[in-house]
Nanobody, 119 residues
C-alpha cells in the first residue's frame, strides 16, 4: 500500500486546515502522526475500517476530527483551532490492525506534509 498525504500549509493560530491521505488500495485502519523539529514522532489520531472506532491524542481532542471515505481510500484530518504547538510534519499511516496504526508500528507511511501555525 502506498500513501500520499496532502493539505498542509501555513495558517495563523485559530485557523483550520484539512489534511488528506490517499491509499493505493483499501486498508482497514488509518491514522495520523506528527513530528515537530527536535521531537519524536507522536500519535495524533486513528480510525477503524468503518469510522466507528476513533482515537485521539489528548491535546487534539475537540479540535481535530479524523474521518475516512472508503470509496476513495482516503482518510482526512480536519484540524480546527490550530495552535503554534501543532506545527509539525504530519504523516499518515495505515495497517490492517487498529492497534498497529495506534502504536505507530506499521510499515506503511506517507511522505509527510508540513503544517505551520503562526502566532
Amino acid at each position: 500500500v502506498q500513501l500520499q498525504a496532502s493539505g498542509g500549509g501555513l495558517v495563523q493560530a485559530g485557523g483550520s486546515l484539512r489534511l488528506s491521505c490517499v491509499a493505493s488500495g483499501y486498508i482497514q485502519s488509518m491514522g495520523w502522526f506528527r513530528q515537530a523539529p527536535g521531537k519524536e514522532r507522536e500519535f495524533v489520531a486513528a480510525i477503524g475500517w468503518d469510522g466507528s472506532a476513533t482515537d485521539y491524542q489528548a491535546s487534539v481532542k475537540g479540535r481535530f476530527a479524523i474521518s475516512r471515505d472508503n470509496t476513495r481510500n482516503t482518510v482526512y484530518l480536519q484540524m480546527n483551532s490550530l495552535k503554534p504547538e501543532d506545527t509539525a510534519v504530519y504523516y499518515c499511516t495505515a495497517a490492517s490492525s487498529f492497534r498497529t496504526v495506534r502504536s505507530g508500528t506499521s510499515t506503511y507511511w506517507g511522505q509527510g506534509t508540513q503544517v505551520t501555525v503562526s502566532s
